[in-house]
């Protein structure tokens, strides 16, 4: 029979649905039956597309004598960590307070007041490695319930008043300046790896947010050492395994330091990040990798995570079927020697096992290989690796694809439509700013309600029941507010405004600091609130940085006073941790530079109009605001008594409340922008 998770619309919870375990979501009503059965609560939070999710759910979850164990002892919760992610970092903050360490799956016993008192994360079903047999630890904690109630009590308190204790003051302090940010670059500095590219060892993550901070970091100072920081490691990664050399897009993570085997997952959010540093490293350089790696992974996420009503799925699996009925991580992707000959001959079999580092003994596991393009494969010739990257593709088009979690996630949906925006601007692909179009249309339209709250997620054209958290409302506005530069079209401004608002009205502290769920949600044993940057911005940065685009574009002295006061803990963090506040960094660089406010007006059909906004679009300025249309147009603030110069289409730059003299000439254009 199934359990109360066939109903929600969590694909990880949905694959929990038929487990003997007698699952609850996260929900007032599982705790008071836990209080109604006198019963700890044992909550598992994962998602997705987690390996080790699936193993422990495997080993566990689908056995009728752990579920037996779990159904008589305890209430059991199941949580999706990106669904829930104020849960999973109220817990996980306990979790690696507790142990000196975390990750998922994590398994947490709480009390039915939902205070933790004993942490975990994957257990196996029997004891190994050091680890106990998980029903030992059900065991365990059930006599402990029973027999050492106060000893639990007294443990769950403690945590819970450490956990309370942990609030954040930075805020108020001033912005980070030159002194700071210098010192972020040289700590950044000391932990680049040299010989591969990106910052310290393995398992190695591609560093999105940090990249982001080296170009604004050259494009303002002109700083050749950030500019080569970020073009070398941008260049490993797209040589390594880490990236999809046949389909394009990015995995996880690398387990090793040079790139070469990935943890085969595939997350909207690295795409999105990733796709829109390689647009930004073209504009930089020209570089034709960095031109093909950011259309390559546009056209990933369009083609493998778009889902039917326009918005963009959250991963892809790491494990698939691997032909012989085993789920087998990375099944999908890699390739022996024997499978090359077989799909393309003996011949070009040798020519693209060279190419692509296919070798006898594998550089991943059972004899296959992960594709690469080594540096030493010489000039190819591209027509023939053309042929040959068509061929495998479609022969790995027949293969049992991995399993793709569909949900929409507000925040990366948000990231997703900046990247595509700008990328499918700069790159001259007017089809990538439309599907970022009619993903930011399936926000408004099923995300957005009439007071313009968010809802964290949706799945099949159906919201789901979570509220928005500060990273959906500032990674939405974003991405509104690059579609807004890119279109023309002032409705996303305005929208970026409502969500902004909500920021400042909702989850802003005093002095500056801000909190990652609204003052109205639900109430948690913490308030979480975390600025540090992990796998996507922190919310309280890509806050910082949103807020501040919107000031540029209005005028608004709030919202540019919040992005200040918010950026006081990049100017207390920024030196010292640089790899774990990149994207606070980045926002810090556009505040030091301005940022500049372009405004471009003329005819939308001239072509002086068109050369002058082009132009403006390329320019590498930190968090450059454009406005572009008609002069005194409604459409934008900065386009308000901007006139023609001598009938000709003019563009105005302004930054730091100055303006320089307008021009019509996209060359000097060019020059005031830094190009």
């Known amino acids: 029979m199934p359990n109360r998770l066939a109903h929600e619309t969590s694909p990880y919870l949905l694959q929990h649905a038929d487990n003997p375990v007698d699952w609850w979501p996260w929900s007032a009503q599982a705790f008071e039956e836990a209080r109604r059965r006198d019963v700890p609560v044992l909550l598992s939070v994962g998602y997705s597309s987690c390996h080790w999710c699936h193993v422990m759910a495997h080993e566990s979850f689908e056995d009728d004598t ?7 002892h305890f209430v059991a919760v199941k949580v999706d960590r990106e669904e829930r992610p104020d849960v999973d970092a109220v817990y996980m903050e306990a979790v690696q307070a507790a142990t000196g360490q975390g ?11 939902a205070e933790p008192f004993y942490f ?24 402990a319930w029973t027999e050492r109630r106060d000893e639990v009590g007294e443990v769950a308190g403690k945590i819970v008043k450490d956990l309370s204790a942990r609030s954040l003051a930075f805020g108020g302090d001033g912005f980070p300046g030159e002194t700071e940010l210098g010192q972020a670059l040289l ?3 000391r932990d680049y ?8 060892g393995a398992p190695k993550f591609p560093p999105s947010m940090v990249l982001e901070f080296l170009l604004r970091h050259h494009a303002r100072t002109g700083a050749e050492g950030a500019l080569q920081m970020a073009a070398d490691t941008c260049e490993a990664m797209a040589r390594g395994g880490i990236y999809d050399q046949l389909g394009g897009g990015f ?11 990935p943890h085969f997952e595939k997350m909207l959010y690295d795409n999105a990040l990733l796709c829109r540093v390689y647009a930004h490293l073209w504009r ?4 034709e990798l960095a031109r093909r790696v950011a259309l390559e992974t546009a056209d990933f996420m369009v083609r493998e995570l778009r889902t039917a009503e326009g918005g963009f799925a959250s991963a892809l699996d790491a494990d698939s079927d691997d032909g012989t009925g085993r789920h087998v991580e990375g099944a999908y992707y890699v390739w022996t020697p024997e499978q090359l000959t077989a799909v393309l001959g003996r011949d070009d079999a040798a020519y693209a096992a060279r190419y692509f580092g296919v070798t006898e003994e594998g550089t991943f596991e059972h004899g296959s290989s992960v594709l690469q393009l080594p540096q030493d494969a010489g000039v190819a010739d591209a027509e023939r690796i053309a042929s040959i990257k068509r061929r495998l593709l479609a022969a790995r088009d027949e293969r049992e694809r991995p399993g793709r979690d569909d949900k929409i996630v507000a925040a990366w949906n948000g990231l997703a439509i900046a990247a595509l925006a700008e990328t499918g601007a700069l790159l001259d692909r007017p089809d990538l700013v439309e599907r970022a179009t009619e993903a930011a249309d399936l926000l408004v339209r099923l995300h957005l309600d009439d007071s313009a709250r ?20 500032a990674d939405v506005a974003e991405g509104f507010l690059a579609l807004a530069s890119v279109t023309g079209e002032g409705v996303w401004l305005e929208f970026s405004g409502f969500l902004l608002d909500i920021v400042l009205d909702q989850f802003t502290a005093e002095g500056g600091a801000l909190y990652d769920t609204a003052h109205d949600a639900e109430p948690l044993i913490r308030r979480p609130q975390d600025p540090t940057d992990n796998a996507t911005p922190s919310g309280w940065s890509a806050a910082a940085g949103a807020l501040l685009s919107y000031a540029a574009h209005t005028g608004s002295e709030p919202h540019r006073n919040a992005a200040e006061a918010a950026l006081g803990v990049v100017k207390a963090l920024g030196p010292r941790a640089p790899r774990f506040i990149g994207w606070g960094l980045a926002v810090a660089e556009a505040l030091l530079d301005g940022p500049r406010e372009i405004a471009v007006v003329g005819a939308p059909d001239d072509e002086g109009f068109r050369a002058l906004r082009r132009t403006a679009l390329h320019a590498g300025s930190p968090g450059a605001v454009l406005a572009a249309g008609l002069p005194d147009g409604e459409e934008f603030p900065l386009l308000r008594d901007r006139p023609l110069v001598d009938g000709m289409a003019t563009a105005y730059v302004c930054r730091h409340f100055v303006c320089d003299a307008p021009t019509t000439d996209p060359e000097l254009l060019a020059r005031k922008l830094g190009h």
């Open 187 to 189: 700590g950044l500095t």
């Open 454 to 473: 968010l809802t964290r997620t949706s799945k099949d054209g159906h919201a789901g029941a979570n509220a928005g958290v500060l990273e959906d409302y």
């Open 251 to 261: 995995a996880r993570y690398a387990v090793d330091r040079a790139w070469v085997v």
């Open 193 to 200: 790896d040299a010989t591969h590219g990106g910052f310290g």
């Open 66 to 72: 752990t579920a037996a164990l779990v159904n008589e």
């Open 120 to 143: 975990g994360t994957y257990f196996p079903p029997e004891a190994r490695h050091g680890m106990p047999a998980f029903s030992d630890v059900l065991d365990g904690v059930a006599r």
């Open 284 to 287: 930089v350089t020209g570089s």
């Open 103 to 113: 990750g998922w799956p994590m398994t947490v016993f709480l009390t039915p007041d």
